[in-house]
């Protein structure tokens, strides 16, 4: 019973700004048929109440649009301010929190003084307050941010990104095809559009929300999605619901695009992306895209676009005026620097049109660790290019080892033709420092995964935990992880909370059958078991004391193939 209250007594009310976030259900009133969009929201303004939300809550209604919908928005960016959207009258309704629930309401159903569970089931009024709160709202607007449509055409071109998984069972293959086809149109287009709604029976209340300037937004830094997963279908059960990650990658002009692998569900978009620090959350993003697929891989990380610039974006098409409130330098300068250590010892390998990543072993004399199978298909030895996020230069490098196809361990060691000294902006020297892999540990995988160098200098940083650790007589030969690890990682380097390098990225897992891969159940080689090796061949400079990672051990090789038969296959898939 003590540690009961205890938990109890830790139960807090949701954070200020969380209870702007909303669901937002549009149904068409006398279309034919049962055709409803939904999405999460964010009472942008609750002085006016204005309803901030993604385009995705339009998808399934575009049977219903007006014709002149989608031509106001590639002609003029928004759909003009009182002109017509739909054929069929649309209803808007919006699920808030109940405020009469929050710390110091009078409807309380529980005092905080006793929360057990006989008090809320003796409780005539339990089933009579709801937990949240429902409004009539309307469409008011419309409107594109134009830098963000300019950054997904360039980045996610259409023949290669998806955003909905659509299957109609009830029709053929052909037409399904075609029904698909003609969706992921709709989608693509309203990709970097948003609604405007406006609340026809809400009272004004005070805005709890700070905004993140875009500029302020860096790699690694911890965010919380506050969103409600399926929208619309339970709202009492997932209202507002929050998963945590970080900001994997930045991209586009005003760095309007993020991504980041928190964990975020259909239903999700439309709802809010926060930065947080010292447990304040400022409003960094709101969320485009929960389900992306890359030539029909799943990619598992999700898409956001800057709040300020839907802030700006609204203000070239509305009267709406909200305060952006930097916080630059927030965030905590130790974990910051930590960050941008890993970052600097990843390094972009390229084999004509194919690149992976690569590890920094030797600023100074410009030595690289990467995977064997990044290098397949060299013809030359000095066909190899190597670039970092510290400079635009491209540096030649020969292939100093790479480890026979087949092997146990996938590993190869480049060196650069230039020394890094030579070439300007790169920093003198980087400490190659590593540890022992730990079920459970926090952890980092840095590298240049789906985008290759040349789709902005910085890698995607992605994270999760050391999920478990394999060895072979007391040594650790296998470290998996829950990063999410795209096509481009592979010899990318997994660092602790410390920046310490971890292991080396070698695949994710794949099922064999559909040709599906689970970008969040990946391989790595423990860095501390390569470590004696690597660090011998730095001081000595002997080429030959690399071929022992060339030698054959049966138990080892059972491990990494995973008990097939077909290892070459597995180390190739990234």
Same mark, same amino acid.
């Given at each position: 019973?003590?540690?009961?209250?205890?938990?109890?007594?830790?139960?807090?009310?949701?954070?200020?700004?969380?209870?702007?976030?909303?669901?937002?259900?549009?149904?068409?009133?006398?279309?034919?048929?049962?055709?409803?969009?939904?999405?999460?929201?964010?009472?942008?303004?609750?002085?006016?109440?204005?309803?901030?939300?993604?385009?995705?809550?339009?998808?399934?209604?575009?049977?219903?649009?007006?014709?002149?919908?989608?031509?106001?928005?590639?002609?003029?960016?928004?759909?003009?301010?009182? =002109?017509?959207?739909?054929?069929?009258?649309?209803?808007?309704?919006?699920? $808030?929190?109940?405020?009469?629930?929050?710390?110091?309401?009078?409807?309380?159903?529980?005092?905080?003084?006793?929360?057990?569970?006989?008090?809320?089931?003796?409780?005539?009024?339990?089933?009579?307050?709801?937990?949240?709160?429902?409004?009539?709202?309307?469409?008011?607007?419309?409107?594109?941010?134009?830098?963000?449509?300019?950054?997904?055409?360039?980045?996610?071109?259409?023949?290669?990104?998806?955003?909905?998984?659509?299957?109609?069972?009830?029709?053929?293959?052909?037409?399904?095809?075609?029904?698909?086809?003609?969706?992921?149109?709709?989608?693509?287009?309203?990709?970097?559009?948003?609604?405007?709604?406006?609340? =026809?029976?809400?009272?004004?209340?005070?805005?709890?929300?700070?905004?993140?300037?875009?500029?302020?937004?860096?790699?690694?830094?911890?965010?919380?999605?506050?969103?409600?997963?399926?929208?619309?279908?339970?709202?009492?059960?997932?209202?507002?619901?929050?998963?945590?990650?970080?900001?994997?990658?930045?991209?586009?002009?005003?760095?309007? $695009?993020?991504?980041?692998?928190?964990?975020?569900?259909?239903?999700?978009?439309?709802?809010?992306?926060?930065?947080? %620090?010292?447990?304040?959350?400022?409003?960094?993003?709101?969320?485009?895209?929960?389900?992306?697929?890359?030539?029909?891989?799943?990619?598992?990380?999700?898409?956001?676009?800057?709040?300020?610039?839907?802030?700006?974006?609204?203000?070239?098409?509305?009267?709406?005026?909200?305060?952006?409130?930097?916080?630059?330098?927030?965030?905590?300068?130790?974990?910051?620097?930590?960050?941008? !250590?890993?970052?600097?010892?990843?390094?972009?390998?390229?084999?004509?049109?194919?690149?992976?990543?690569?590890?920094?072993?030797?600023?100074?004399?410009?030595?690289?660790?990467?995977?064997?199978?990044?290098?397949?298909?060299?013809?030359?030895?000095?066909?190899?290019?190597?670039?970092?996020?510290?400079?635009?230069?491209?540096?030649?490098?020969?292939?100093?080892?790479?480890?026979?196809?087949?092997?146990?361990?996938?590993?190869?060691?480049? @060196?650069?033709?230039?020394?890094?000294?030579? =070439?300007?902006?790169?920093?003198?020297?980087?400490?190659?420092?590593?540890?022992?892999?730990?079920?459970?540990?926090?952890?980092?995988?840095?590298?240049?995964?789906?985008?290759? %160098?040349?789709?902005?200098?910085?890698?995607?940083?992605?994270?999760?935990?050391?999920?478990?650790?394999?060895?072979?007589?007391?040594?650790?030969?296998?470290?998996?992880?829950?990063?999410?690890? %795209?096509?481009?990682?592979?010899?990318?380097?997994?660092?602790?909370?410390?920046?310490?390098?971890?292991?080396?990225?070698?695949?994710?897992?794949?099922?064999?059958?559909?040709?599906?891969?689970?970008?969040?159940?990946?391989?790595?080689?423990?860095?501390?078991?390569?470590?004696?090796?690597?660090?011998?061949?730095?001081?000595?400079?002997?080429? =030959?004391?690399?071929?022992?990672?060339?030698?054959?051990?049966? @138990?080892?090789? @059972?491990?990494?193939?995973?008990? !097939?038969?077909?290892?070459?296959?597995?180390?190739?898939?990234?």
């Amino acid at each position: 019973m003590h540690i009961q209250n205890k938990i109890m007594e830790q139960a807090q009310d949701p954070p200020a700004p969380y209870l702007q976030m909303c669901t937002i259900l549009a149904c068409p009133r006398n279309a034919e048929g049962k055709t409803e969009g939904t999405t999460s929201g964010i009472l942008i303004d609750p002085c006016q109440g204005l309803v901030l939300t993604h385009a995705s809550l339009l998808y399934p209604l575009h049977e219903h649009f007006s014709p002149e919908l989608l031509r106001n928005l590639e002609n003029h960016g928004s759909s003009l301010v009182g =002109t017509k959207l739909f054929k069929y009258h649309v209803d808007i309704e919006v699920t $808030l929190p109940n405020m009469s629930l929050v710390d110091g309401g009078a409807n309380k159903l529980v005092s905080n003084s006793d929360k057990s569970l006989y008090t809320v089931l003796s409780s005539s009024t339990a089933e009579s307050v709801k937990s949240v709160g429902q409004y009539h709202g309307r469409v008011k607007l419309v409107f594109e941010a134009k830098r963000l449509k300019d950054v997904i055409r360039k980045l996610l071109p259409k023949d290669q990104w998806q955003f909905e998984q659509d299957d109609n069972g009830s029709l053929s293959i052909a037409e399904n095809k075609k029904e698909i086809k003609k969706n992921e149109y709709f989608y693509y287009t309203l990709l970097p559009c948003f609604v405007l709604i406006k609340l =026809t029976d809400y009272h004004p209340t005070h805005n709890s929300l700070i905004f993140r300037d875009a500029k302020d937004n860096k790699v690694g830094d911890p965010v919380e999605i506050c969103a409600t997963p399926f929208g619309s279908m339970s709202p009492e059960v997932f209202l507002n619901s929050c998963s945590r990650g970080i900001i994997s990658k930045i991209a586009g002009p005003g760095r309007v $695009l993020m991504m980041t692998d928190a964990r975020c569900v259909p239903g999700c978009e439309g709802g809010g992306l926060f930065f947080v %620090h010292k447990n304040k959350r400022y409003l960094s993003g709101m969320m485009i895209a929960t389900l992306c697929w890359r030539n029909s891989e799943w990619v598992g990380l999700s898409l956001a676009c800057a709040i300020s610039e839907l802030v700006g974006s609204l203000r070239k098409h509305a009267l709406v005026d909200s305060h952006i409130s930097p916080t630059a330098g927030m965030l905590d300068k130790g974990y910051a620097t930590k960050i941008k !250590t890993m970052l600097s010892m990843a390094v972009s390998i390229s084999v004509g049109a194919n690149w992976g990543s690569g590890i920094i072993l030797d600023q100074h004399r410009g030595i690289y660790l990467t995977c064997s199978h990044v290098l397949k298909g060299v013809e030359y030895q000095k066909n190899v290019i190597v670039q970092n996020e510290a400079s635009d230069e491209k540096t030649q490098s020969s292939i100093v080892f790479r480890s026979v196809p087949g092997r146990q361990f996938d590993v190869a060691v480049v @060196q650069s033709e230039v020394t890094v000294h030579d =070439t300007p902006g790169w920093e003198k020297h980087i400490v190659f420092e590593y540890a022992e892999p730990v079920e459970g540990e926090v952890v980092f995988v840095v590298g240049y995964g789906i985008f290759r %160098h040349s789709f902005g200098r910085v890698p995607m940083v992605n994270r999760g935990i050391v999920s478990k650790v394999n060895s072979v007589n007391g040594v650790p030969i296998m470290v998996q992880t829950t990063c999410a690890v %795209h096509a481009g990682v592979s010899g990318g380097g997994v660092f602790n909370i410390h920046g310490q390098l971890v292991a080396m990225v070698i695949c994710n897992s794949r099922d064999t059958a559909s040709g599906a891969s689970y970008p969040h159940v990946n391989m790595c080689i423990p860095i501390a078991t390569l470590a004696p090796t690597l660090n011998k061949y730095l001081q000595t400079g002997d080429e =030959t004391v690399l071929q022992v990672l060339s030698t054959k051990n049966k @138990q080892i090789k @059972q491990l990494w193939s995973m008990g !097939t038969e077909d290892y070459c296959s597995i180390m190739s898939r990234m």
